[in-house]
């Protein structure tokens, strides 16, 4: 899977912030949408702490591989897929995490039977579409596109 262009697009989805900001749900959070947990350095400090470029490149890495773990556990034949469902599916992992994302029960029966067309009708047919649509009617038309 090519990580970097993953990277690209999460950035333009979830923003790139150099200090700690308060996200939608009012948590702590740097960088490319990293939620701050109790064993980051950057746990307890204030809003506004500057956070600096090599922190957010670390952070970012480290999400990545947890995310990637995800998409393999949810989709055993995830390095199989597509290169353009691969993508897809990563970018919903970092969105709505795998608690989430393996409720899209539907979605991924039509992922393993490389029906992406209902893979992305299932997509729409979601609380997430209503949430983030700019982003989710992205994903949706890249996943109906997948041939």
Not at 23 to 28: A, E, K, S, V
Not at 46 to 65: C, M, N, Q, W, Y
Not at 66 to 84: A, I, M, T
Not at 100 to 121: I, T, Y
Request: aromatic content about 10%; proline content about 5%.
């Amino acid at each position: 899977m090519n990580t970097e262009m993953l990277r690209e697009q999460l950035e333009i989805d979830e923003g790139v912030k150099y200090e700690i900001y308060l996200d939608h749900l009012g948590f702590p959070t740097f960088g490319v949408g990293h939620l701050v947990t109790n064993s980051d350095p950057e746990h307890g400090q204030a809003v506004g702490t500057p956070v600096s470029a090599d922190r957010v490149i670390e952070a970012f890495e480290s999400d990545l591989k947890g995310v990637l773990y995800d998409c393999n556990r949810l989709y055993p034949d995830f390095d199989s897929l597509p290169e353009e469902a691969q993508q897809i599916i990563a970018n919903m992992m970092f969105n709505l995490g795998y608690p989430r994302l393996s409720k899209f029960r539907n979605m991924k029966a039509c992922v393993e039977e490389k029906d992406w067309e209902g893979a992305g009708n299932e997509m729409m047919d979601s609380r997430w579409y209503k949430q983030v649509p700019n982003r989710a009617q992205r994903l949706v038309d890249r996943m109906k596109n997948i041939s």
